[in-house]
């Protein structure tokens, strides 16, 4: 791949399910654009999802394109036991979740949490079925909860359970994530995303487990992750909005304006983060999408996202690579409006008092007053890349590095596009950089690039230098 398809610098996640599953189907989404693709472990089992491994990396290669893989855990999700038939409660009922009870009916249902029974309080709410039912807790005993129906409607079997008031004490980490985790760290993925994080110690006790063997991305679905924020962005190397569940315990209104709160945020740490659910939901079932969606899309690329994500659209949706090439069309469109409308665009950032930050904000201001066609960034760790990305530059951000994982794991990263390298020796570097722009046609005879590296050359943390070089 190269060219004009590298121009496009928001990611694109694609969720594999079982209407993507094979080579051909894997071959066509990453023509179609697909970046990251994410393995969702809420379904399937272990031989499924190798399977679905072995296939991504040998696609790739085949393609000759850098793909990271996501595995994202289920986490710990509530749900309510079996009720005889769709049982309707009405509005001012009172309704019992109950520890003990078998088959749910129309006075109650089973909920063995004990960490719920624990956590909640009196006028504690609980919603089921994505909200669509509310609940608000009126008693609570060590095998009872007694509520009254804020919203009736259908209680079904085994729908889940939202607490949108509490912070639940109980482990990040569900017996199935852990036997997850051990299966996963023995593949080769490169990012792993938590689910249902709602403060920092869930991700300081996840990560662990994983050590460096995997970007940890924690997912923004709980509102009292908002408390920690900061923290948490800090602790993790990436976020994904996920606006499903955080829609479900939060006001919808409130949503658009945290989105914006939380991609700034992680543009100012330096963290890539992915807006998440529902993008394109209608494509599902339907070839092209709704013009709210396109918006949505592209109000993602205006605030600065690193990545857009597609979930049931392209796991179990009719219209997968469709998908794809219609989110990569708004995204470029976007992108396109951005360059020629700047004010409309990712707003820029406080400039940082550390060397490395200051080093990045100028190589961008100086490749943007020279009307360079790249930056190209010499990174061992990674770090470089990410802290170039964070100013959103108007040009290319062209990577390298000498550790495999890195180039991968980068893939997700705005702007970056990365290439492996194992070259020793400043100028030698530059010139195995020059080749690469022009194979990849970034670039021609004459044009500038500026690069970023430190002195000395090929040392981890140093980033130090800049340097205006033509091809």
Known sequence: MSGLEFLRSTKIVSTVGTATDGTSKLKSLIKAGVNVFRLNFSHGNHGDHLKRITNIRSVANEVGCNVAILADLQGPKFRIGEVKSDIKVIKGNNYIFDKNAEIGDFSRVNLSHDEIYESLSIGSNILMDDGKLQFVVKKIS???????????????????????DVVINTNPLTPKDIEDLKFILNQDVDWIALSFVQKLSDVEEVKKYIGDKAGVIAKIEKPSALKELKSIIGACEGIM???????????????????????????????????????????????????AEASDVATAVFDGADAVMLSAETAVGLFPTEAVTIMDRIICSAEKHIKSHRGDGPQNLKVENFVYNAVSHSAVS?????????????????????????????????????????????????????FFSKVQGYEAAIEEARQIIRKQKFAKNGDAIVVVAGMPFGISGSTNSIRVVDI
């Open 142 to 164: 060590k095998d009872k909860i007694n509520t009254e129906v804020v919203v009736g409607g259908y209680i079904k079997s085994n729908k889940g359970i939202n607490l949108p």
């Open 241 to 291: 909005v996920a606006r499903g569940d955080l829609g479900v315990e939060l006001p919808p209104e409130e949503v658009p304006g945290i989105q914006k709160d939380i991609i700034l945020e992680c543009r100012q740490a330096g963290k890539p983060v992915i807006v998440a659910t529902q993008m394109l939901e209608s494509m599902i079932d339907s070839p092209s999408p709704t013009r």
């Open 366 to 418: 100086l490749a943007e007053s020279v009307k360079a066609k790249a930056v190209v960034a010499f990174t061992a760790s990674g770090n470089t890349a990410y802290r170039m990305a964070r100013e959103r530059p108007n040009l290319l951000l062209v990577v390298m590095t000498p550790d495999e994982k890195v180039k991968r794991r980068l893939s997700l990263l705005w702007g970056a596009y990365s």
